[in-house]
């Protein structure tokens, strides 16, 4: 069992600050580490691997500090969200050195390239993968020592679906057997469908911990606002208004458009359709106004 | 303190990169040269010193050494490739060590070599001047590397900063204020070539003792502190 603990750590860059006193335990099992980009996902990811010094607090693994620690890495496999590998290697070559590296070798090379199935491509050089095969072979890469943490950047940049579920099925893999995974996205879906415990950090606070589901309802229950245009507005909006799950409805004459205040998100874009059918208004716009991700993160703060 | 896996991958990456057509071009240039001025002029010691001295020792070692040290390290840390030497096992002073070795193997190579043969073709090894500069380019091979290898830890601009100071101060400072010579490489290792070189043919303004420490010293403190430097590289470019 190992455990990344990060404890009242900050990070600064001259006048920035990229994390501001952050506390948490990253554990077995996967944990997603959510938020917009720019929040200091990357940087927290890196204090953890062991790139950059927090500027105050402690960033430990099972106790021991990770910052000029180079023995963490018998434990730690770092995929960096940087593209930049050896691209004169092939793919096999690349595994193996990093099998070296570890004290390991061809064998151990070979089966990590396996397990990420890339061994039909392992002899062609790096320069010609695509991106989802560079992400592939550096999982291998990390994988190589059988590490009990697995620190993965945005992982899933870049990958089409298929291959986007096959790595998801492969970290689920390593979670269940009891590794530590944590893996940074700004994407809630993604963090969604693997992580069974989710890490949220907005503007370098960390925002919210737990359980996915819990945060997803504190998500997708905050009031949501819609911009809608259609051929008659104010029948239009008497109708919503006299529905629990519309909460406002403001006429927006200069728009010449609606503006609505959702709060049973399910109920209402149910209702939207069905209003404007029986009432035979057509629908012209209908566009979520707060729908950024940004947006959904600063009301997570607020909440 | 040697790392093979770490040594082949800097090789290729010295190797195989475009800029590495330079290591071929300057030696090349330089056996042309030696052909051409033996063909013209015959067999003539003080023109053989002349031609190693003013283009194989004072312009081509220090060029080659920046290629070498510079690129045995800097492209990595430039595009952040390392993060897959330093999320190893590996002692970073390792890492330097054996980046070093190869900086210094490589420059070696293109330069001493064809010092060594230039330095035959012009005269035949007469006065021991072929030899006497092939100590010279192996010493300042060592001293280069060690101080470019640094750079290229510690800037992102290496190849230029290295570039100015191979040709700007080896090369013109160095032949223009008497100062600035105790502080070349070049002057260092001529000292070397001087002692053994026929006498009269090579002049050094540093004493061969403090030439000596100079070079090992410069080395030492050189490769110390690119290790410590790497210990505590930041490779979070991005935010």
Same mark, same amino acid.
Do not use: C
């Given at each position: ?21 952050? %506390? ?90 396996? %397990? ?152 209402? %874009? ?34 | ?27 090349? =240039? ?17 023109? $053989?010193?002349?031609? =190693? ?51 210094? $193997? ?40 060690? =101080? ?64 000596? $420490? ?20 930041? =490779?979070?470019?991005?935010?």
């Amino acid at each position: 069992m190992t455990t990344i603990s990060i404890d009242n750590t900050s990070r600064w860059f001259g006048n920035v600050v990229a994390v501001n006193d952050v %506390t948490m335990t990253i554990g077995p099992g996967v944990t997603g580490l959510l938020g917009p980009n720019g929040a200091g996902k990357s940087t927290l990811i890196n204090m953890m691997g062991g790139f950059l010094a927090p500027s105050g607090g402690t960033v430990t693994l099972d106790g021991a500090t990770i910052w000029r620690n180079e023995s963490v890495y018998r434990q730690i496999g770092v995929v960096p969200e940087r593209e930049a590998m050896y691209d004169f290697l092939t793919g096999r070559e690349f595994v193996v050195a990093n099998a070296e590296l570890h004290g390991l070798g061809a064998k151990e090379a070979q089966k990590a390239l396996a %397990t990420v199935e890339m061994e039909y491509a392992q002899d062609r050089k790096i320069s010609t993968y695509s991106k989802g095969m560079r992400q592939r072979v550096k999982m291998a890469s990390a994988l190589v020592h059988e590490p009990s943490v697995l620190l993965l950047d945005e992982p899933f940049n870049g990958m089409d679906p298929r291959q986007r579920m096959q790595l998801m099925d492969l970290l689920r893999r390593m979670g269940a057997e009891g590794r530590t995974v944590l893996f940074s996205s700004h994407i809630l879906e993604e963090v969604e469908q693997l992580a069974s415990h989710i890490e949220v950090i907005v503007a370098g606070r960390h925002a919210a911990s737990g359980d996915f589901r819990r945060i997803r309802r504190l998500m997708t229950d905050r009031p949501h606002r819609y911009l809608v245009r259609s051929s008659d507005d104010r029948a239009l909006a008497a109708a919503l208004i006299a529905d629990p799950s519309t909460a406002g409805i403001e006429v927006d004459r200069a728009e010449g458009a609606l503006r609505i205040q959702a709060v049973d998100f399910g109920r209402f %874009t149910e209702l939207l359709p069905k209003v404007a059918r029986e009432h035979s208004i057509r629908l012209l716009t209908v566009s979520p106004s707060d729908e950024s991700l940004e947006s959904v993160f600063s009301y997570l703060v607020a909440a | 303190m040697y790392d093979p896996t770490v040594a082949r991958l800097t090789y290729r990456a010295v190797l195989g990169r475009r800029r590495a057509a330079i290591l071929f071009v300057l030696p090349g =240039l330089l056996l042309l040269i030696a052909a051409a001025v033996r063909g013209f002029n015959g067999a003539d010691d003080q023109v $053989a010193a002349d031609v =190693l001295g003013g283009f194989a020792v004072a312009t081509m070692v220090p060029l080659i050494g920046v290629i070498a040290g510079t690129g045995s390290i800097g492209p990595e840390i430039d595009d952040g490739s390392i993060v897959y030497l330093l999320a190893k096992p590996v002692k970073r002073p390792t890492i330097i060590f054996t980046k070093l070795i190869v900086a210094i $193997a490589v420059t070696m190579a293109f330069s001493a070599v064809p010092t060594f043969i230039a330095g035959f073709i012009l005269n035949g090894n007469g006065q021991q001047i072929a030899v006497a500069f092939t100590v010279a380019a192996l010493v300042a091979s060592i001293a280069y590397s060690a =101080l470019f290898l640094l750079l290229g830890t510690v800037s992102r601009h290496a190849v230029v900063i290295g570039l100015v100071y191979a040709l700007v101060w080896e090369t013109l400072f160095g032949s223009l204020v008497p100062g600035a010579r105790t502080l070349s490489v070049q002057q260092w290792s001529l000292s070397l070539a001087e002692k053994i070189g026929g006498e009269g043919l090579i002049g050094s303004d540093v004493g061969l003792p403090t030439a000596v $420490a100079l070079l090992a010293g410069v080395t030492v403190a050189a490769t110390w502190y690119a290790g410590q430097k790497l210990r505590v590289l930041k =490779l979070a470019g991005e935010e």
